[in-house]
T-cell receptor, first 113, second 110 residues
């Protein structure tokens, strides 16, 4: 299996621009998670989906952040407009179901200038 | 919510040494994962160990859920073991949100 796939791996953008991060979970996994890693706050969950339905988005920092999962093999995390404080590494993870071991993608390193 | 604390925060060793990393959690858990974040930033699954002991090559892990801690053992360290080691557990019973410790940064010198 290819594992969790994320794109792009690196993104550099200017403040105010829209950013879209993409994730393909492991085939057969029904739960998908978006995490963010920063030096100040470490790794924290932003949102997770179960069977394509958002279950908990309490970690989404602001209305500028939105996430969708239109089908079982694709999810996006969008930031509009982006700000320098959004600079971080964004990880996508998936698991067979919400109770099981989570597997992480390689992450997207976002830099907002 | 549950608190996860890791110790030590930093560890510097010579190649060939053994090490023990500790993860304490503030409440009972039914799921605990150990990860290695390599120098390229990738999070690699090491163990999924709600309780008991598991071994994988030079690495082993033990979780004592009743005493709210888990240990990761690395024997005969290699330079490729360098990186940050995280433990993580769900926020609470029935929860799926993983709460991570702050990590142990391990540096193995040749």
């Amino acid at each position: 299996d290819a594992g969790v796939i994320q794109s792009p791996r690196h993104e550099v953008t200017e403040m105010g621009q829209e950013v879209t991060l993409r994730c393909k979970p492991i085939s057969g996994h029904n739960s998908l998670f978006w995490y963010r890693q920063t030096m100040m706050r470490g790794l924290e969950l932003l949102i997770y989906f179960n069977n394509n339905v958002p279950i908990d988005d309490s970690g989404m920092p602001e209305d500028r952040f939105s996430a969708k999962m239109p089908n079982a093999s694709f999810s996006t995390l969008k930031i509009q407009p982006s700000e320098p404080r959004d600079s971080a590494v964004y990880f996508c993870a998936s698991s067979i179901n919400r109770w099981n071991e989570q597997f992480f993608g390689p992450g997207t390193r976002l830099t907002v200038l | 919510g549950i608190q996860v604390e890791q110790s030590p925060p930093d560890l510097i060793l010579q190649e060939g040494a053994n090490s023990t990393l500790r993860c304490n959690f503030s409440d009972s858990v039914n799921n605990l994962q150990w990860f290695h974040q390599n120098p390229w930033g990738q999070l690699i699954n090491l163990f999924y160990i709600p309780s008991g002991t598991k071994q994988n090559g030079r690495l082993s892990a033990t979780t004592v859920a009743t005493e709210r801690y888990s240990l990761l053992y690395i024997s005969s360290s290699q330079t490729t073991d360098s990186g940050v080691y995280f433990c993580a557990t769900p926020q609470g019973q029935g929860a799926q949100k993983l709460v991570f410790g702050q990590g142990t940064r391990l540096t193995i010198n040749p």
